[in-house]
């Protein structure tokens, strides 16, 4: 009896904790203006943030690009093959991606029209589910009034440059849930899910080996820590034969018992702010000098068919 009664209990938290967080979709515009054309309110999202920086240095970007696609969504950049396997592995764990319940299709074998490997690796990482879940002590509510996945929250961020600018922050959470693995637990916490070749792999940006995790950019669940006040955690998938699998806490205690552990925090929340701080000023300072084309590598794929480097190829 004691066992189901501290399950009932942590279901509570957990569904507590979700509707008190829950906001409102956000505001439709990025960049909202008054009257006579001043700014009067930026809404920005964690994942806009990150097509201007990773790792707190500048990405090279075209502005124009990044104004028809990100703040007034004109056009839209079709998500990339990895993406949509990242995106069919989320909504098959948890129901729906952060765009909604959508029917994700992967490329079928161009002959028989069957299932290639990879989604079917994707399908057997979401049959374990369940029982992973259940050793990590992990809660999914898919819907209801009790939902925790998807959860939608904003705070506030005050401007030292721009105070007269109201500024809204938005992020959503994929799952917000009681977890547990080898050398932690957590009451609740905001957990991202991450789909990979390969969760051992240490090459590249999204490597999530050992190694290739001290490159990584934890900037969104820094973030996230800020805006849900909650312990943030990776879950992280992978394709491979082997259907790897690994939880990865992400750090943010500034009053870590461990000096260099402190010390990382430190840096990482410093770092996130100024982030966010670099972006607010770019934006702005686009507003002013307009977003202008800077053609590049990725005019060839740009969907802005009105741009006069569309379909280019550019020289580097």
Known sequence: MSEIKEFVETVTRAFTLSRRTTHKERSACVICYNDDGTIRELNISSSLITRFYHNGNKKEFCPLKMYVTVI??????????????????????????????????????????????????????????????????????????????????????????????????????????????????????????????????????????????KYKDHFQLVLYNRVYDLPVAYIVFDWSKNLGFKIIPVNINPNHPEQEKAAEARFRIKQMEETIRKTIIDIMSFEKSGWNAEPGTDCLKCPNIYCEHNGKTQEI
């Not at 028989?112 to 879940?133: H, N, Y």
């Not at 898919?142 to 500024?167: A, L, M, T």
């Not at 799952?175 to 390969?198: H, R, S």
Request: negative net charge; aromatic residues 8%; charged residues 25%.
């Open 72 to 213: 007034n969504k004109k056009f839209t950049v079709p998500p990339t093959e990895s993406m949509m396997r990242g995106l069919l592995l989320e909504s098959l764990l948890i129901g729906e991606t952060a765009q909604g319940k959508e029917n994700i299709q992967l490329p079928r074998h161009k002959v028989s029209g069957a299932k290639l490997a990879v989604e079917k690796a994707i399908e057997k990482q979401a049959s374990m589910w369940p029982m992973r879940c259940e050793h990590h002590g992990i809660i999914v509510h898919k819907d209801g009034p009790y939902k925790n996945v998807q959860v939608r929250q904003k705070i506030g961020w005050n401007s030292h440059e721009y105070p007269e600018i109201d500024i809204n922050i938005y992020a959503t959470a994929d799952l917000i849930t009681p977890i547990k693995d080898n050398g932690f637990e957590y009451d609740m916490a905001v957990t991202d899910i991450k789909g990979t070749a390969d969760v051992n792999s240490n090459f590249g940006e999204y490597a999530w080996g050992d190694e290739g995790l």
